[in-house]
Structures are given as C-alpha cells and as structure tokens.
C-alpha cells in the first residue's frame, strides 16, 4: 500500500488496518513497527498469544507490553522508559488503561467497533492508541478488552530517539488527548 507521502505513522497504520478488514476481509488485524526492536521470535509468539486469546471474543486485542521482568530481555532507555510512564499515568487518571500503550506490536479482533474506530484520521501522530481506545469507548460505553503480554525480548534501535522536537510534539499531542477525554466526559453528563 503506498500513500503517496509522509502522514504519519497513525495515518499509515490506520490506513493499513482499513485496508486489510476491507481488502482482505481479515478476522484479525494488527500492526509492529517498522524498526526491528521486535525479533522475529516475539512477533510470531504474539501472533499465537492473540489466536488463543481472540478466538472465544473474549478479548477486543492483544497488546505487547514492554515490561522488564525478570529473566526477559528488555533493553529500553530509562529516559524513554520514564517518559512512557509519565504519559501513561497522565493519560489514565481515572481509567484502566494498558500498561504500555506505546509499545508497537498490537493485533486486533475485526469487528464494527473497530471499523468504526478506524473511519476516520486520528488528530495524534504519536498517541494514536489512545485515541483508539477513546473512540472505541466512546462507541460502547465499555473499555476495549485487551489482554496484555509482557514481551520476552526487545531492544531500543539507535537513531528512533525521541528528539527535543518530538517531546514538544508529544506534549502538545497530549493535550489533544486530554481536551478530547473532557470532550467525552461533558457529554456524558
């Protein structure tokens, strides 16, 4: 699938999912990013997790966790880690969340919920996932089931920093997100 130019990596992930439920009529959709941090081993793992875990509907998606448990090869900068976790608690007052909502590897069951979801441009480039799970809430008034699965390996490629540039755009980014929860939460009242 080619979009002609740069939009992003919500808008290419998004346009992806779109086009495999739609194209391919797929049961079950995801995406891992692009950078090698995950080894071939944990995607096809992932894949198994997600066959067992989405098979009886009891769960929406399987979310890989980048979590350093111990005797798993988590190899992730404290800076990154920190800023991860600060993201994850501002975003998730008030809500359960998944633990690492950045990590990029992600399967999800293909239903209506999430065609739904997926109808329209996200306004994050980088918190995507949370505007995913915002949508989806929105939609049932019930928080997207996912089943998390700590990885066993993964490790941070040199040269996908987060730059000072991105920090400011994730900050800003952040406040779309917050805006769009108070958005959900007046018109529920």
């Known amino acids: ?13 998004r346009r992806g999912l779109w086009e495999a439920i739609h194209t391919l009529g797929a049961r079950h959709v995801g995406f891992v990013d692009a950078d090698g941090a995950f080894a071939v081993s944990e995607i096809r793992r992932m894949h198994e997790v997600a066959a067992a875990r989405l098979k009886d509907d009891s769960f ?6 980048r979590v350093a448990l111990s005797g798993h090869a988590i190899e992730r900068s404290l800076a990154r880690h920190y800023l ?25 069951i ?24 915002q949508r989806w809430q929105a939609l049932s008034a019930l928080p997207m089931r996912i089943w998390e699965e700590p990885l066993h390996s993964w490790k941070e490629i040199p040269g996908s920093k987060i730059t000072g ?10 406040l779309i997100i917050k805006r769009q929860q108070i958005g959900l939460a007046w018109s529920k009242a």
């Open 1 to 13: 699938m080619h979009l002609g130019y740069n939009q992003g990596k919500a808008e290419a992930v």
């Open 60 to 65: 929406d998606a399987v979310w890989s966790a």
């Open 84 to 108: 991860g976790r600060l993201v994850a608690t501002f975003v998730s007052v008030g809500r359960q969340w998944p633990y690492d909502t950045q990590s990029g590897l992600k399967l999800f």
């Open 110 to 133: 293909t239903n209506e919920k999430l065609t739904r979801c997926l109808s329209r441009p996200f306004a994050t480039r980088w918190l995507f996932e949370i505007e995913l799970l």
């Open 165 to 174: 540039r991105e920090v400011v755009r994730i900050s800003s980014e952040l």
